[in-house]
């Protein structure tokens, strides 16, 4: 491709994150240093308290989702069973579920009366520790479990010869081998659970609060734009930071690493092995499926007896009341701003993976490393800088619709790169040379090698930024007008509301949101699995 | 046809071509023989214009190539580990050159068809290539080059991926290939019997740079250096003093064509077909190793303490501890300057 071309390749996604990621944090970053706002922020006790609420619960979350996940991750890695895709993509489910419907399904079992009332938990610290345990199980599962997967198994053969026990020999080989994979799945998990907004909003009380939530809350309530700021500010660094550290031990966990094909380093569990195997996937199947399941039987009963009322209810002039709207429309709304979020983030994303990935150079870390900064800023603070920056000229979009799918883009772009990188540098340049050699010119050999390789990874690209785009909470709860709502903006419309037959709508929606999401996750993983398989 | 005149190819600080000379005629088959990373497959990616060359100039019957960009200089380059299109089919695979050449479907399922059959292949046009075998994906990656007919056919390691019965097989198919199709060829490998098996000539590099050229069968009896002779396998070399006399090693002094009028001190090896036994040889020693080899035994026989290999027929092969005598052939005797 030209050199012009490839400028421009850059320049489309540099310029869209410019205006709708750079400059609302840059108008943030203003508000708290103009109105003094961060000093009284690093000195006030409450909102201290706040920052270190929103620390040790993650620290704790992130913990116990290891001591869940990994279990799981050694049996998907070592051992063959039937249904063993199935599992994967099942794991996956909870990551991608909007929160909205998670905190409805947590609610739910913790009520007066739900399958673990017995605990006395209702809302707060508990039930919120274990729905970001339910959330993020995946990122264990998925990446620790998939670099385990691929761990020649030989060498523990080898110091299983050399006289180590089996413990030991996973003390002394494996661990150590395993190590940078999992601090880097769990500090992802970390910058999950610290910048949690949806779970916490919904299911803990006002006294445990974290600072996503606080700054919602100063935004919104208290109408304290400068205090918001200074705290997103505060936020920001933290994860920043956290970021490049991740970011050094990626780097260092480039070291020469022997890896297999998956099939050769799993086998049938002999033994002894089959209750541990057959234990550890069904307890994490209850774990993650019960609440589901609970969600979804308990959303078709009301008052103790089975019911379709709260699916009825929802075309109910009192649902619109509460909504502002019929119900439909709001999941038509929600369709909507998730296929055009999804066509935007393809776009960009796509370019933007482009671009990263066509050759290796500071210029391209550097590009990498900006572009994957809205990963690591919270969905909060997307949305707040887009009220705050967005809302005069030279583009006032104030009130405009298409701020919804601009600010779920925003959050959908850096998963679609994610998805989209890593198949673009898997292709072997040598395949490039071939179809030159054989006669392409450099834009045909894009087009027969690049393109054709790493469609299905846009496909998954874009089935990622629909999933996560059908059930944004944090930026849309910012910028969508009272008179469209999306379906999570809805639950959690019906969940502040008393009575049975608001929960029981808020389930009804949410248990329509999960099976939408369910079914773009399977589709997903189908096509993962096949390219998989292919290459 | 293709002349390579002084190529320098340079990565960073380390000069991967070092000023290489190179040409290759009509039908003639040249190899490119070196170790790993001596430079012999960036020369054949700056001779296919993938790689730009720092200085010098490629170019083919006159032309020179350096405007030339790789898809239109219709050289055929098969690759190491052949790099097939995984998300095309064997036909897909083989059509892809054809595609670019515009050449019409039904013309282009013709020629498909035609290749597949010269490589053996054409039940298997359908298939995907990741179910393939390697000796199927050599010949799959083989019949992609060949079909759109180039004016050279490179091939870079095409059989190193492979077993021994394979390779032997696909060698000798490749050598008639050749012959029949009288294509100008570059067979770059570091393994020295596939390219005597296959070149009229040898192009011998080392570090970037062409150590020794010209027919095979003269560079294995004089190569030009010690260590190409150790890369040949021969050996091992054992000191010696050359002067007007002859040769002086441990096992008697050699008349040589080289002698010299001062003392010098030189290694020398022996070619592989300088010993044989010989009751009446001048050289006694004793067997103190012998391996088994198929049809052959090979000796490690101690003479004056110095150790010499020798070969000899499995059946009346002397045993461990066993005294044998040795004549040696003086023209297969390797001098060398002592480093």
């Known amino acids: ?535 | 046809m293709l002349t390579v005149e002084c190529v320098v190819v340079r990565f960073g600080a380390t000069t991967a071509v070092d000023g290489v000379d190179l040409a290759v005629g009509a039908g003639e088959t040249v190899a490119i023989l070196g170790p790993s990373g001596c430079g012999k497959s960036t020369l054949l990616r700056a001779i296919a214009g993938l790689q730009p060359i720092d200085s010098g100039r490629v170019s083919w019957a006159g032309e020179d190539l350096a405007s030339v960009p790789p898809h239109r200089r219709r050289f055929g380059l098969m690759f190491q580990e052949y790099a097939l299109f995984p998300h095309r089919d064997v036909a897909g695979n083989v059509g892809f050159g054809l595609r670019m050449a515009r050449v019409g479907r039904a013309e282009r399922g013709r020629r498909v068809q035609e290749v597949l059959e010269l490589v053996g292949l054409s039940d298997l046009a359908g298939r995907r290539i990741v179910g393939l075998s390697g000796g199927e994906q050599q010949r799959v990656a083989l019949a992609r080059a060949l079909a759109v007919e180039p004016r050279l056919l490179m091939l870079d390691e095409p059989l190193g991926a492979l077993d021994r019965p394979w390779r032997e097989r696909l060698l000798r198919e490749i050598r008639e290939l050749l012959d029949r199709t009288q294509l100008p060829a570059i067979y770059v490998t570091h393994d020295h019997e596939e390219a005597f098996a296959l070149a009229d000539r040898l192009v011998v590099m080392r570090a970037g740079r062409v150590v020794q050229a010209g027919p095979a069968a003269g560079v294995w009896r004089r190569p030009a250096d010690q260590w190409t002779a150790d890369f040949f396998g021969f050996g091992p070399p054992v000191a010696a003093q050359l002067d007007a006399r002859g040769l002086h090693t441990p096992w008697g002094t050699l008349v040589v064509n080289t002698a010299v009028a001062a003392a010098t001190d030189v290694q020398v090896v022996l070619r592989p077909d300088a010993l044989r036994p010989d009751p009446a040889g001048p050289v006694r020693g004793v067997v103190v190793q012998r391996a088994f080899a198929g049809d052959r035994a090979e000796l490690t026989v101690e003479a004056n303490g110095a150790h010499l290999r020798v070969r000899v027929p499995e059946r009346d092969a002397p045993a461990v501890g066993d005294a044998m005598c040795l004549a040696i052939d003086a023209d297969g005797v390797l001098v060398y300057p002592a480093d």
């Open chain 1, 1 to 535: 491709m030209s050199r012009a071309g490839r400028v421009l390749r850059a320049l489309i996604p540099l310029g869209f994150l410019g205006v709708f990621f750079a400059w609302p944090v840059a108008a943030i970053i203003g508000r708290s240093v103009s109105a003094g706002a961060l000093h009284r922020v690093l000195t006030d006790r409450g909102l201290r308290h706040v920052a270190w609420f929103t620390l040790w619960q993650a620290l704790v979350a992130t913990a116990l989702t290891l001591a869940v996940g990994l279990p799981a991750a050694y049996v998907v890695a070592r051992y063959d069973f039937r249904g063993k895709r199935l599992f994967r993509a099942f794991v996956t489910v909870p990551f991608v579920l909007p929160t909205v419907v998670v905190a409805t399904a947590f609610l739910v079992l913790f009520r007066p009366g739900g399958a673990l009332s017995f605990l006395g938990w209702q809302r707060g610290v508990g039930p919120l520790l274990v729905a970001e345990v339910f959330f993020n199980v995946a990122v264990i599962v998925r990446t620790v479990g998939g670099f385990w997967a691929h761990l020649d198994p030989r060498r523990t053969d080898a110091a299983r010869v050399l006289g180590a026990s089996r413990v030991r020999a996973f003390r002394e080989v494996t661990l150590p081998l395993l190590g940078p994979p999992i601090a880097a799945a769990a500090s992802i998990v970390f910058l999950f659970t610290f910048t949690a907004f949806g779970v916490v909003l919904l299911i803990s009380d006002p006294a445990h609060a974290t600072l996503e939530v606080e700054i919602y809350r100063q935004a919104t309530e208290l109408l304290d734009f400068p205090t918001a700021a200074a705290l997103a500010l505060v936020q920001m660094v933290a994860v920043f930071a956290l970021l490049l550290v991740l970011a050094r031990m990626q780097e260092r966990r480039a070291v020469a690493q022997r890896l297999v094909a998956a099939r050769d380093a799993s086998r049938r569990a002999r033994g002894w092995e089959r209750a541990v195997v057959g234990g550890v996937l069904g307890g994490t199947v209850v774990f993650l499926g019960g609440p589901l399941l609970v969600l979804a039987v308990e959303s078709l009963r009301l008052g103790g007896s089975w019911s379709l009322e709260p699916y009825r209810a929802l075309s109910s002039s009192a649902a619109t009341d509460t909504l502002f709207v019929p119900a439909w429309e709001a999941l038509r709304n929600s369709l909507e701003f998730a296929a055009v979020a999804a066509v935007i983030a393809v776009v960009v994303g796509g370019l933007a993976s482009v671009a990263i990935a066509s050759r290796p150079g500071r210029a391209t870390r550097t590009m990498d490393t900006l572009l994957m900064l809205p990963l690591g800023t919270s969905a909060v603070t997307v949305g707040f800088g887009f009220i705050v920056a967005l809302d005069r000229w030279p583009l006032d979009l104030r009130a405009k619709l298409v701020l919804v799918p601009l600010a779920q883009s925003v959050v959908a772009i850096p998963f679609v790169i994610r998805a989209v990188v890593p198949a673009l540098r898997s292709i072997d340049p040598r395949l490039r040379d071939a179809a030159s050699v054989l006669g392409a010119p450099p834009r045909r050999v894009w087009r027969e090698v690049d393109l054709p390789i790493a469609m299905r990874a846009f496909v998954v690209g874009f089935g990622f930024a629909v999933a996560v785009s059908l059930g944004e909470f944090g930026a849309t709860l910012f910028v969508a007008r009272s008179d469209s709502p999306t379906i999570p903006i809805a639950i959690s419309r019906f969940l502040a509301r008393p009575g049975d037959l608001n929960i029981g709508q808020a389930m009804a929606m949410s248990t329509v949101l999960m099976v939408v999401t369910g079914a773009v996750v399977l589709a997903i993983e189908h096509l993962q699995v096949r390219q998989a398989g292919d290459f």
